[in-house]
């Protein structure tokens, strides 16, 4: 049975570049990847993308868990293709014809709805890698406390819900182990899986009203520490500084070449995806952009 721990990245301080840098650093990184390949056309510079990802997986020590996050990615990637190809009336290049299908018109399968139904598909794989890899290498209470400058008892509660995920994703999975071990085991599965369900749910609300009566003795709901103890700022880091460069380097590149046309791609009536040393460049420039901050090895102990 899989678990939600084996599904849900979880930040691990290791050491590595993007573990050593600010997590608002390490943030706006992964935004200006977000940014890339949500405004990026050419499936090169894309495909340039989500090789630069994995590479950077590898240099950040997360790639086992990152490819783990791949082959999620690829499940939900399938079907976007398959559904496009289906639905999509648009090309000119049949490869299939499946005759009328009713409602839904005349069945021709064209090659164009397949390239388009697959770069929307890489475009979705590449998200779902660079949220994983922001979740694996992100301090979430580095960014929480962020937000209590503003809100302290928000903060509070997000730190502690962020701290339950893991804690209920090893319930679950002990859960499992100990329902595997029963004669019935093998039958009712679905039945089971709800009673796993059941019984996280259940202990997660007990560990909430433990841990609320616990935060009640210590004070944390009086106004004086509401409004937190002041903090002594940082200096930026070279990890600081190399990976915010990198940002800077990736959403300047990615709106640049978007907002001049470089590196486009068309998938209707015909496919036209230009391929010259504008667009080689551009994917070349990004990927350096994205994983030149990881040369930098200096200063990186957890």
């Keep these: 049975m899989t678990t939600i721990g084996a599904t849900i990245p979880f930040y ?3 050491a590595s570049p ?8 390490a943030l706006t990184w992964a935004l200006a ?17 989500l090789l ?7 240099g950040a020590g997360v790639s086992p868990m990152l490819l783990r996050a791949l082959r999620g990615a690829l499940i939900v990637s399938i079907p976007i293709v398959l559904v496009n190809v289906i639905v999509s009336r648009g090309g000119l290049t049949v490869f299939a014809r499946l005759g009328d299908l009713g409602p839904f018109g005349q069945g021709d399968l064209t090659v164009e709805a397949l390239a388009y139904g697959g770069l929307i598909a890489l475009k979705v794989t590449l998200v779902i890698l660079v949220v994983a890899l922001a979740s694996l290498t992100i ?19 997000a730190s502690i819900a962020m701290r339950m995920l893991p804690l209920l994703a090893a319930d679950a999975q002990r859960l499992a182990d100990a329902q595997r ?29 433990d841990v609320a009566a616990t935060l009640e003795v210590r004070g944390f709901a009086s106004p004086m520490l509401a409004r937190g103890r002041p903090r002594m700022r940082r200096a930026a880091s070279r990890h600081d500084i190399a990976f915010a460069a990198s940002a800077a380097v990736v959403a300047a590149l990615a709106i640049a070449a978007r907002a001049v046309g470089g590196a486009s791609f068309s998938a209707y009536p015909t496919i036209d995806m230009p391929v010259g040393w504008v667009t080689l460049a551009l994917a070349a ?13 200096r200063g990186i102990e957890p």
């Design 12 to 14: 691990r301080r290791l």
């Design 18 to 25: 993007l573990h050593a840098a600010r997590a608002t650093v």
């Design 33 to 49: 990847l977000l940014l890339a390949a949500l405004v990026s056309e050419s499936p090169i510079v894309l495909l340039a993308l």
């Design 52 to 58: 630069a990802a994995l590479g950077a997986s590898v």
């Design 139 to 157: 301090d979430p209470d580095e960014l929480l406390r962020v937000v209590r400058r503003f809100s302290f008892r928000a903060a509070l509660t």
């Design 181 to 209: 071990t029963r004669p019935d085991a093998s039958a009712g599965r679905t039945r089971g899986r709800l009673a796993i369900l059941a019984a996280v749910v259940g202990g997660s609300l007990d560990r909430a009203m």
């Design 285 to 297: 420039s990004l990927a350096g952009a994205m994983l030149l901050p990881f040369a930098a090895r």
